[in-house]
């Protein structure tokens, strides 16, 4: 069904923070595709985890600009803001790593996941044209729940921040309700499950999996390997985001998820059995701190009021995935040669082990 002209997002320009992450990169392909007459500006600091590499198809596209900055300097998004005169925005810039949160240290989450989101919802609150503007969050603020609950988190769960990536996560979120609440800012915060797809920096569980089985390494599980994950295809993530923008009610919530919940052994096993190969393959290695038990998502608010729900079935959709690393070797390469360390679950725990005697 074709959107409604009040629905569109032709002929808007949408500023996107940390466009150039996963989620970032693969919304604005989706963007540009859609809406041949929407103008997207990414801003992005370029981290380790910011990769243009992802958006080379579109460089050149007249819709598209990339402007270097980043959101925790105030004097960045104040700049972006008066040149670009956006009428959207949507804010995936981050620091999403837990063990870096843990192992490396939580500064850099605090000025980006906290202070930075203060500096983009002043620029919203001063603009005074801003229509929307979304906060790309996480269920992890939630904390955790127990493997054997039947519960799922809904947008009016408590916050029980167990790590510091959670914590600042949680923190912007409630300077987006402040904000609203105070100064009726137009903001939608969202709070999604574990997204897999192509175009995600190799930290992350699937595609961490996939390259070390390209190298022919073991998989490393923490602890039993039985923590459980709601899984979503980024597209369909994207998808629902599309909807937040254009019909999400200002100062609402909204929980986005698959029902896809999966441990994290499950998922190992599944890239195996991708390799054709078994379980020697697996190794497990002590637990890291704060590690969540089980996330489930109650996402029937963002299906009731916005009329969306996920497409992808999830075993073909994992397995495309695994398919586009596979047939991606450059972009691996790229990345490899870009970030120097490449197993940061292991060389992380590794540090950590190290540091505490263990």
Known sequence: MAQKASETLNDTTILVCGGAGFIGSNFIHYILEKYPRARIVNLD????SGNLDNLRDIARDRRYKFVKGDIAEAGDVARVFARYKP????????????????????????????????????????SGRIKKYVQVSTDEVFGSLPLNSKNKFREDTAFAANVPYSATKAGGDLLCRAYHTTWKVPVVVTHCSNNYGPYQYPEKLIPFFTVRML?????????DGRNVRDWIHVLDHCAALELCLTKGGPGEVYNIGADNELSNKEIALLVLKE??????????????????????????????????????????????????????PDWIKRVQKKTGVFNPHIDLWEAHRIKNKL
Request: aromatic share 14%; glycine share 8%.
């Open 215 to 223: 190298e022919g390494k073991k998989l490393p599980l923490y602890g």
């Open 45 to 48: 600091k370029l981290t380790y």
């Open 275 to 328: 390799f054709g190969r078994d379980q020697s393959w697996l190794t497990y290695v002590p637990d890291r701190p704060g590690h969540d038990r089980r996330y489930a998502i109650d996402f029937g608010k963002i299906r009731r009021e916005l009329g969306w729900r996920p497409k992808r079935e999830f075993k073909q959709a994992f397995r495309g995935t695994i398919k586009w690393y596979k047939e991606n």
């Open 87 to 126: 009428s959207h925005v949507i804010n995936f810039a981050a620091e999403t790593h837990v063990d870096r949160s843990i192992h490396v240290g939580s500064l850099e989450f605090i000025r980006t996941n906290v202070q930075g989101v203060f500096n983009i919802l002043e620029a919203v609150k001063n």
